[in-house]
């Protein structure tokens, strides 16, 4: 089975604040992606990756950065986190050819940030 | 941009009957596919079911089908025998490629509770 694995569930940070959001996947997957949620506006694509090192931009990436050092992991960065970032993160991973019933977005569990 | 329209924020059903969850998109593209995710209040995001534009019959997983309507834009997702265990946030998708990747765009999501 494909595993995401979120490094973290719960996070409460400060305004001002570094914050890191972490992301694994063990399936050798070329593309990731993170998301966020909010109630009553769905998932929207933050950033996503089709390769190390590279990097494109979402819907919403004002705010945040990514990193993509290595190709299991992908990293989502807020440089100075503000209240209007507390949401739910949702890291996702999959194969560069298109989407099917066999190749589908997986995700991981989420990390639900509290910026106070 | 690609806009996928769930226009039921909520809704209740009776165990062990039937439901209907609604789903438009816009599309220009003569291939797409559609797919739809389940979100238990854990946060993760389950794949449950996929349709091909050009795929002739419905889709069906179980007790999930897929009502296509290509000429209408909808891909409604029919729930048959409602358990407890459905009662989650349910959320459509369909894929478009960019920059290297084929991403998914969701609408918004409609919160099933299902009423023992």
């Known amino acids: 089975d494909v595993k995401v694995t979120q490094s973290s569930r719960y996070l409460v940070k400060r305004t001002g604040e570094k914050v890191f959001l972490e992301c694994v996947q063990d399936?050798?997957?070329?593309?990731m992606f993170w998301y966020r949620q909010d109630p009553g506006l769905g998932l929207r694509l933050i950033y996503f990756?089709?390769?190390?090192?590279?990097?494109e931009k979402g819907d919403i990436p004002e705010g945040y950065s990514v990193s993509r050092e290595k190709k299991e992991r992908f990293s989502l960065i807020l440089e100075s986190a503000s209240t209007n970032q507390t949401s739910m993160y949702l890291c996702a991973s999959s194969q560069p050819r298109q989407l099917s019933s066999g190749n589908t977005i997986y995700f991981g569990e989420g990390s639900w940030l509290t910026v106070v | 941009a690609q806009k996928i329209t769930q226009t039921q924020p909520g809704m209740f059903v009776q165990e062990k009957e039937a439901v209907t969850l609604d789903c438009t998109y816009d599309?220009?593209?003569?291939?797409?596919?559609l797919f739809w995710y389940k979100q238990p209040s854990s946060g993760e995001m389950i794949f449950l079911i996929y349709?091909?534009?050009?795929?002739?019959q419905n889709a069906t997983e179980g007790r999930y089908s897929l009502n296509f309507q290509k000429a209408r834009k909808s891909a409604n997702l029919v729930i048959s025998a409602s358990q407890l265990g459905d009662s989650a946030m349910y959320f459509c998708a369909r894929d478009h490629s960019g920059a290297g990747s084929y991403q998914l765009t969701f609408g918004k999501g409609t919160k099933l509770s299902v009423i023992p």
């Open positions: 399936m050798d997957h070329e593309n």
């Open positions: 599309t220009s593209d003569p291939s797409y596919g």
């Open positions: 990756s089709y390769d190390v090192k590279m990097k």
């Open positions: 349709q091909g534009s050009y795929d002739q």
